[in-house]
């Protein structure tokens, strides 16, 4: 904003009409200043608008659209994965000087809490105030009250602007930069709530460098990391034998990284142990004594306990004395188990009625494409097929008709003795008066090696030739 009011105080551009270039205007700006807010003198002038302007300002303001003066940007927060919507900002006063905390909303319904530091932004908090889905579409800020409004197409939140408690240690509320909070000495609490005069020693705040490494070893508050090993507890966990468990390992911090400790000594991937890529060690229970295993957060060269183990190998009967008490946590799995303590993550009555429908699902799916890879595989077959189906629905086939070897002529007179010319079967005249009188053709018998029977190969209609001159007859 300094940028923005140092760029419109500053001097005007005018167009040169003749050459069309830009030059720099130095002669006097009349009053009230073009582009400026309507001040008290103004006001004494009967100035109270925009519209009330003189005459002079508003011709001047024609020609001088432009200022001399450059504001240069620069990228403040950049997130590949988040696309965000609405922001609010907060200028807070720390213990050192002020900043501006920005809230800013997504379009998948989270809170992304960030200060301003230097040339870059440092997110503090995510929060998820809505669904997946469902877009931050307004954020109001009440900062009398400390409080957040969250608004989308669903409904309305109200979060608080800091929640100091969060950090448990001096290192957690040191790293997390939060200019709403500070180190006490014995806890992290509100900047408000600071009294330089009550306090029995300084609060601790870092937004710019947090070297907690320094402050939080050097003062008379005292760190996870200057805690006595009898202090921090070993929770002890049971196993039973020949299986696979894992142990947790939370950080507050996204921005921090895990540090595994088997006795004193950083874990290497081996038989026994390996660390996830969630964090989590995975432990095998085959030994009887496993050791101490240590989870420790590095960030910004500060490192500090968050989860210590003593797990132990026992066997069934000693196991289940051990849960009927229900002093010791047991973890009896051969898969993946939850984090000692936790709920576990394979329950025994796991049901796999879903992969049974996943599979009886794609076995149909297979067959259909089996089915339909048969088909067209063989559709030349199947065309000839429903071809010759078809023909045979409209013109049922029948067998072809042997007759049996005349004896008898057909014009009753008997054969002759000697062979005749032979010129075909003729046809009777009708109605014709008198006695018949046969031709010597007529009176020859059909001879019966003349006459054979045709079938069609595409449509068997059996046809039947009779003698050399007559024409086909369909029987």
Partial sequence: MRDVQRAFSGLYKEVN????????????????????????????RKISSSLQLPDRVLNFLKDHFLMDGQVRSHLLLLQPQARYQRVVVHRVPGLQRTYDVLFLGTSDGWLHKAVSVGHGVHIIEELQIFSSGQPVQNLLLDADRGLLYGASHSGVVQVPVANCSLYQSCGDCLLARDPYCAWSGSSCKHVSLYRPA??????????????????????????????????????????????????????????????????????????????????????????????????????????????????????DAVADRADQSGSVPVI??????????????????????????????????????????????????????????????????????????????????????????HRGYQALSDSSPGPRVFT????????????????????????????????????
């Fill in 332 to 421: 009896n799995t051969s898969r993946v188990s939850a984090p000692a303590g936790g709920k576990a993550s394979w329950g025994a009555d796991k049901s796999y009625w879903t992969e049974f429908l996943v599979m009886c699902a794609l076995f149909v799916f297979a067959m259909v494409l089996f089915i339909l890879f048969f088909l067209y595989r063989h559709r030349g077959g199947m065309k000839v097929f429903l071809k010759q189906g078809e023909c045979a629905s409209v013109h049922p086939k029948t067998r072809p008709v042997v007759l049996p070897p005349e004896t008898r002529p057909l014009n009753g007179v008997g054969p002759p003795s000697t062979p005749l010319d």
């Fill in 198 to 315: 009550m306090a029995s020693r300084p609060w601790i705040q870092d937004i710019e460098g947090a070297n907690a490494r320094e402050l939080c070893n050097t003062s008379s508050s005292k760190a996870r990391t200057s805690v006595p090993r009898g202090e921090k507890h070993c929770e002890p966990v049971q196993f039973q034998p020949h299986t696979v468990n894992t142990l947790a390992c939370p950080l507050l911090s996204n921005l921090a990284t895990r540090l595994w400790l088997h006795n004193g000594v950083p874990i290497n991937a081996s038989a026994s142990c390996h660390v996830l890529s969630t964090g989590d060690l995975l432990l095998v229970g085959s030994q009887q004594e496993l050791g101490e295993f240590q989870c420790w957060s590095l960030e910004e060269g500060f490192r500090q306990l968050e989860a210590s183990y003593c797990p132990k190998v026992v066997e």
């Fill in 17 to 44: 009409r003749e050459t069309q270039q830009w030059y720099t205007v130095t002669h006097p700006v009349p009053s009230p200043r073009p582009g400026a807010c309507i001040t008290n003198s103004a006001r004494e």
């Fill in 440 to 475: 010597e053709s007529e009176k020859r018998p059909l001879s019966i090696q003349d006459s054979f029977v045709e079938v069609s190969p595409v449509c068997p209609r059996p046809r039947v030739r009779l003698g050399s001159e007559i024409r086909d007859s369909v029987v």
